[in-house]
C-alpha cells in the first residue's frame, strides 16, 4: 500500500472520475471474512468498503502508520480551519472541514501515488492531517476516495481489532474464494439504509471538548513521527 505526500497545496482542484467524500460517520463490522466498513456523511454520501482477510495484516499497519504521520501536521490544520473559517451552528466545523480538504489538491496527490504503485486498487495516502484511503474494485464499487480525520480511527481502534479477528474467524471457515466472499460482504452491505436507523449518542460540547484536549496532549509527549524513506511523493510546487 503506498502512502504519504509533502506538498505545496493548489486549492481548487477536482476530482473526475473518483467519488470523493469527507467522512463524518463510520460504521465498521465483518461479513463473510472481510471487515466491512461504511463510511459517508449524514445527508447519504457514503462508501462502503470490505477488507477481505488477506490483506487485513498489512492494512492495519499501514494504518497506524499513516495515522501518526498524519497527526504531525492535523492539529495546525484544524486550528487554522477554525480560526479562518466562519462556523454557523454545532454542524458548522465539519462542514468547514469538508470544504476545505476538498479543496486541498487531493488528485494531484492521487496521480503521484498512481505513479508509484498503480495497479494498487487500495492504498492509504496522508495529505494535510488527514488519511485519504483510495479505493477500487474488489474493495469498493466504482472508484472512490475516502478522507478520514487521524482521531477517528484512533476512537474506532478497538472496533476495528475485533472486526478483523471476526473477519479471519469467518475466513478459516470458507472454503470460498477471498474476493468471493468480498463480493457478498459488499452487496450486504451496500443494501442496508444509511445512515443507520439507530444512531450512537454524540458526545456533549464539553465531553469533545475534553477528548480532544488529551488527544492533544498525548500527541505533544509522544515522539515526532519519521516518515520512512521512499514514502514522501514528490509533487510539483506552487510558485509563492
Known sequence: MAKR?????QPGAGFTDRRTVVVDMLEIGSAHGSVTMRAGQDDGQ?????????????FVESLEHARLDAEEEYWRVIQHITTSTPVNGPGGVPRAVEKWL????????????????????????????????????????????AIFDPLQFQRV??????????AHEQAVNSSAHPMET????????????????????LPTQEQAVAYMQGRYEAFQRRSPYLRADGNTLNLPSESP
Open 5 to 9: 505526500k509533502k506538498t505545496r497545496r
Open 157 to 166: 481502534e478497538l472496533k476495528l481489532l475485533h472486526a478483523c479477528h471476526a
Open 46 to 58: 457514503l462508501v462502503c468498503i470490505v477488507l477481505p482477510a488477506p490483506v487485513l495484516p498489512s
Open 182 to 201: 468480498a463480493a457478498l460482504a459488499l452487496r450486504d452491505i451496500s443494501s442496508r439504509p444509511w445512515p443507520p436507523p439507530a444512531q450512537p449518542t
Open 102 to 145: 476538498l479543496a486541498q489538491n487531493w488528485s494531484s496527490v492521487l496521480a503521484a501515488a498512481g505513479e508509484k504503485a498503480p495497479t494498487d486498487s487500495l492504498a492509504l495516502i496522508t495529505h494535510v492531517g488527514h488519511i485519504g484511503l483510495r479505493l477500487a474494485p474488489p474493495y469498493t464499487a466504482g472508484k472512490a476516495l
